[in-house]
């Protein structure tokens, strides 16, 4: 069989490419033919930034990362992958989705990028599809939250990092909203992490600043009696977006939604039977573990044998630089950390070893690809089941009327002598604590037994409205499933809405659900609200002459955090000032990195008055950082929210030019329009889907990566607006390109 071609080139783009044929294997060709045209650099820079290979693009300033994706050997995982799915129905598609992506290479004009950086695109393969999942499971899943706890326990004391770092946060609002929990924690004496190590991994995980909502509603609150589905992914803003947005239609199956650019399905979307989202449901899936070494660190200790390691090593080539060596370790749990860069080349560290879920062959892609062609639950179900990562909370709806709500991918049960253990220290490897049976096999195929069952993940079938904003997700969990969830503000917002909203005579329509998505009522205010009164009534707030709000102005607030208001300023800035105030002097002390996160809001809010962080006077702490925060807005000449809190999403190459505009918007991090202005991170799609027609939903930018394109930044505005457009997924009367399948 020929590959497929196209019978014309394009003459004119599609703010979203609209792809129909006869075969499945045509339908991906054609998608993988726009994933090139429109964002084959982007998709570049994933698969060279697993693979540890950026710096033989853009110089010594990447070696540090590529050092770090080289140890962790995520090519060999995608491999693996790859291997696995090989041969298989999945494994066609993806292999006609390739065979797109290098027609596109070949065809159309080479990307900016690469003329700027006088480069040429490499060949699309397989595995590259597959090391972007690999790429996107690792940002939700790839934590080194365990590290950063042993070292606060061993400069902080157990106790304190109990208060400062729970694992659970006592609030009222879980995902699933019965039982009861006990917040008590005991975490065993464990190895104490490398301080160097762990600031230098610190830019290697995901912001714990990042979250996502989502949230199904049956029929019974609709005003159309059909469910509505709704979902924003709280990710990277990034030029151009992570998400490249595409209406697939083949014989069995009409999808519309999101994809990741480089791997061929929709991830969030709707087909011609159902609609789900998704958000990280933040299990653990993650662990680390220290070993007893032998010959010069050659061989380690793993029960009663000594093992040697699997070492190699690998030569980081280095545009206009020299080249760098790394030595790259592997050993029964996975990949093995032994270097980092210390500012003086690579120090050596301790070996560290790291068994993650996607170190092994995966099928979620598979998942992912069934999902597109389900007809209904039953069929939906049988695709997520097999979502091995990451672990999220799925939220699905379908034409017959169905909901439903499930924790999916795969999440290890570790065991120490026999008897399971939480994953909230660092084990001995060589004792054999924490492992996750015989069923794990780093860089091959797993057989997955030894991890939570399928059916004892929590999960509901046809709920009448459930919401998600990465809040603990049980409160009687029947095994371990994390060691640290976001706090509940989001959480708490959606479920207070939705249930006036249920209570009332008013239906759940779509436009609603629209405004729920869109909220800017900040959750954080009710908590702090009483510590600004303590602030305000302690005086010495700032002098009187200051153009700047007043405290007194923030006690008469709605909450709201819109940009044409100054209140939300001074809250944002007090807040942010108050928090370091609380725990700067502690952490300096403690010589904790300056890369270590500070407690979040929720701990902060809720600590004692005469808390020993406060030297026992909360609201004379609260007073200077109002008043130091005033000032701070007079001298910057800030008159109200938007001036601080715009978008503000760059390029990888930061160039002024193909940056995007910078535009005021609404939101902060504690409001379920989730925005942070400084990180750059918040609703990577919103989308909410109708069973009438009246799906609507909005990208951060463009979905064109190419800088002359009309599409490069057309519904930016739409997106800070807090707008959206039709999810319509009629085929236009004109379509770009056509493709045909041919017999040899």
Request: net charge negative; aromatic share 10%.
């Amino acid at each position: 069989m020929e590959p497929l071609r196209p019978r014309n080139r394009p003459v004119r783009r599609l703010p979203r490419p609209h792809v129909e044929a006869d075969s499945e294997r045509a339908t991906y060709y054609a998608t993988g033919y726009c994933h090139g045209a429109d964002r084959l650099f982007q998709m570049d820079l994933y698969r060279r930034l697993l693979t540890g290979q950026l710096s033989e693009l853009v110089g010594a300033s990447t070696v540090d990362s590529d050092a770090f994706h080289r140890q962790m050997d995520f090519k060999a995982a995608a491999e693996a992958t790859w291997e696995r799915t090989e041969g298989t129905e999945t494994g066609d598609v993806v292999e006609a989705y390739v065979d797109g992506v290098n027609h596109a290479r070949e065809a159309e004009r080479t990307p900016l990028e690469y003329r700027l950086l006088e480069a040429e695109p490499r060949g699309w393969t397989p595995t590259a599809s597959l090391l972007v999942s690999k790429q996107i499971a690792w940002g939700l899943t790839g934590s080194f939250r365990t590290l950063r706890r042993a070292l606060a326990r061993d400069r902080l004391g157990s106790e304190a990092t109990a208060t400062l770092y729970p694992r659970l946060l006592d609030h009222e609002t879980p995902i699933l909203r019965e039982g009861e929990v006990s917040f008590a924690e005991s975490v065993a004496d464990a190895a104490v992490p490398d301080p160097g190590l762990v600031s230098w991994l610190a830019d290697f995980e995901t912001d714990p600043g990042i979250g996502s909502n989502s949230w199904v509603v049956s029929g019974e609150h609709t005003a159309s009696g059909d469910p509505i589905v709704a979902n924003d992914p709280h990710l990277e803003l990034s030029v151009p977006p992570v998400w490249y947005e595409q209406h697939v239609v083949g014989a069995e199956f009409d999808t519309r939604g999101v994809a990741f650019p480089g791997v061929p399905f929709v991830v969030i979307g709707q087909n011609h039977a159902g609609a789900w989202g998704f958000t990280n449901a933040g299990a653990d899936a993650i662990d680390f573990y220290t070993y007893e070494t032998v010959d010069d660190g050659d061989a380690y200790r793993y029960g009663d044998e000594t093992r040697q390691f699997d070492t190699r090593t690998e030569t980081i080539a280095v545009d206009g630089g020299e080249n760098v060596d790394i030595e790259v370790k592997r050993s029964v749990h996975g990949a093995v950390l032994t270097q980092y860069p210390d500012g003086d080349g690579f120090a050596v560290a301790d070996e560290l070893g790291v068994a993650w879920t996607g170190l092994s062959a995966t099928r979620t892609v598979e998942a992912v690809r069934e999902l597109n062609r389900s007809n209904g639950l039953e069929e939906a179900e049988a695709a997520i089941r097999k979502f091995d990562e990451p672990t999220q909370n799925f939220v699905y709806a379908d034409d017959a009327g169905n909901t439903y709500f499930w924790v999916t991918g795969q999440i290890p049960i570790r065991r120490t002598d026999g008897e399971p253990v939480r994953g909230t220290r660092i084990f001995d490897g060589s004792a054999r604590e924490g492992e996750w049976g015989d069923g794990y096999t780093p860089y091959g195929e797993s057989s997955w037994e030894g991890f939570v069952p399928f059916e004892e993940k929590p999960g509901v079938r046809n709920p009448d409205y459930l919401a998600t904003a990465n809040q603990r997700i049980t409160n009687d969990p029947e095994h371990y499933l994390s060691e640290g969830y976001a706090p509940p503000f989001r959480g708490q917002r959606i479920y207070d809405r939705l249930d006036a909203r249920a209570q009332s005579d008013e239906p759940m329509d779509a436009a609603f659900h629209r405004d729920l998505q869109t909220d800017v009522v900040d959750g954080r205010y009710e908590l702090f609200r009483p510590i600004i009164e303590e602030a305000v009534a302690a005086g010495s707030a700032g002098s009187d002459d200051l153009d700047a709000p007043t405290g007194e102005s923030l006690l008469e607030w709605d909450g709201e955090m819109r940009p044409d208001l100054a209140e939300p300023l001074l809250f944002d800035q007090w807040l942010r000032t108050f928090r370091d105030l609380t725990f700067i002097d502690e952490f300096s002390e403690a010589e904790l990195p300056v890369e270590f996160a500070e407690p979040n809001d929720w701990v902060l809010g809720t600590l004692p008055a005469d808390s020993d962080y406060f030297d026992g006077d909360r609201a004379a702490v609260a007073a200077e950082a109002l008043g130091t925060v005033r000032k701070r807005i007079d001298d910057e000449q800030w008159e109200r929210y938007g001036d601080w809190n715009r978008v503000r999403f760059e390029h990888p190459f930061d160039e002024p030019f193909l940056n995007y505009d910078q535009h005021p918007t609404a939101g902060s991090a504690g409001t379920v329009r989730n925005f942070h202005s400084e990180a750059s991170t918040g609703a990577s799609w919103r989308m909410v889907a109708t069973f009438d027609g009246d799906s609507r939903a909005v990208l951060p930018g463009g979905n064109s990566g190419d800088y002359f394109s009309d599409h490069y930044d057309d519904q930016l505005t739409t997106w800070a607006n807090g707008e959206y457009k039709s999810m319509r997924r009629t085929l236009p009367e004109s379509v770009d390109l056509q493709f045909t399948e041919g017999d040899r």
